[in-house]
């Protein structure tokens, strides 16, 4: 393969890739179905920080925010069955178990590891140690701009771990696991090493003082755009919505069988941050994983970072020869 020249690199030499929004397919159908996969995204969007922004004390909490992100993700799937963007991508009732085994995961047992060591946690000991008081006059500011503070902080130092992630090879352990999905589906995102999936939720927002309701703001704003970021559903995204937010087609590049195209679009919300950095590549990809798409069941996946590691430490010090090549 060729590849297409995108500044300094070569997309595509290893797999089937397709670069620059004018080459990828629109959503087909009647003006309605049209104007719903244009529209559908911005509606949510600007309706949930609606919702936020007005709702009363009574229902403003963090139990109506589970409830609503439940509901979502239901709804998606729903969309997802009816409106598949790849039939390849469509859900086996093995990749649906497994999806649910670590959404299950998140809600529970990683949610309580964070509670104890998480990144709350470890904010709160730095500040105790040096005595560092929390930045009070953020509070202050206007409500929205708060709520875009926390998701944009939250998602600057998710891009620099995730590029972290592909760059050291400790941190690459874990989190190759997640790109031997094969598929993107609306739960896809759940799914990975617990070691990567606790990293990756770190953040250093704690570190600011902003209003409750300006966290749920920002939740919501999350999940208005990261949810699409695994969903085998096409869209007729506007033009700005591409340019601001990381999309599907964004992330299904991320996850291609070709290793330079992988190396791109580490945002989670704002892909403006990739495109400050230079790591972003408007397009899509419809082949996915690693080694030629091979599926990882459960079991690899929890010991996957552990047994590559001590082979690989096993052929720099034991004078032995590892059986099988690290994950790229």
């Given amino acids: 393969m060729d590849g297409v020249r995108v500044g300094k690199r070569l997309i595509g030499t290893q797999a089937p890739v397709t670069v620059g ?5 629109r959503v087909e159908g009647g003006p309605v179905k049209q104007f719903v996969f244009t529209w559908f995204q911005p509606t949510v969007l600007f309706a949930l ?11 403003a909490k963090a139990s109506t925010a589970i409830g609503i992100g439940i509901g979502f993700r239901l709804f998606l799937l729903g969309l997802e069955w009816a409106f598949p963007r790849y039939e390849s991508w469509n859900l086996t009732w093995k990749e649906l178990a497994t999806d649910l085994f ?30 560092w008081e929390k930045f009070a006059w953020f509070t202050g500011l206007p409500l929205l701009l708060q709520a875009f503070l926390i998701s944009f902080i939250f998602d600057f130092g998710q891009y620099w771990m995730h590029r972290g992630m592909h760059n050291w090879y ?24 617990p070691v990567e999936l606790f990293l990756i939720g770190l953040g250093v927002g704690g570190f600011f003082d ?25 869209f007729n995204s506007p033009r700005w919505w591409r340019f601001l937010f990381h999309t599907t087609e964004h992330h299904s590049l991320h996850h291609s069988q070709d290793f330079e195209a992988s190396r791109s679009n580490f945002t989670n ?60």
């Avoid at 929004?21 to 397919?25: K, L, R």
């Avoid at 920080?49 to 229902?59: E, L, V």
């Avoid at 060591?117 to 000991?125: F, K, L, R």
């Avoid at 031997?180 to 990975?192: E, H, R, S």
Wanted: include cysteine; proline fraction near 4%.
């Fill in 102 to 131: 670590y959404v299950g995961l998140g809600y529970t047992i990683l949610r309580i590891i964070d509670g104890y060591i998480g990144d709350g946690v470890m904010i709160e000991a730095i500040q105790g140690a040096f005595h």
């Fill in 170 to 193: 400790p941190l690459w352990l874990p989190h190759s696991v997640h790109h031997y999905i094969t598929q993107l589906n609306i739960n896809k995102g759940a799914v990975g090493n």
């Fill in 210 to 234: 902003f209003l409750p309701r300006a966290f749920l703001l920002a939740g919501a704003i999350g999940m208005a755009v990261g949810s699409y970021q695994h969903i085998n559903v096409r």
């Fill in 21 to 25: 929004w004018e080459n990828i397919g």
């Fill in 49 to 59: 920080i609606a919702f936020w922004y007005y709702a009363p004390n009574s229902i």
């Fill in 269 to 328: 919300t704002y892909i403006f941050i990739d495109r400050i950095f230079g790591t972003c590549v408007d397009g899509e990809a419809e082949l996915l994983g690693m080694e030629g798409g091979r599926r990882m069941g459960i079991r690899e996946q929890m010991t996957f970072p552990f047994t590559e590691g001590w082979k690989t430490l096993k052929e720099r010090f034991g004078g032995t020869r590892a059986t099988a090549v690290p994950a790229e």
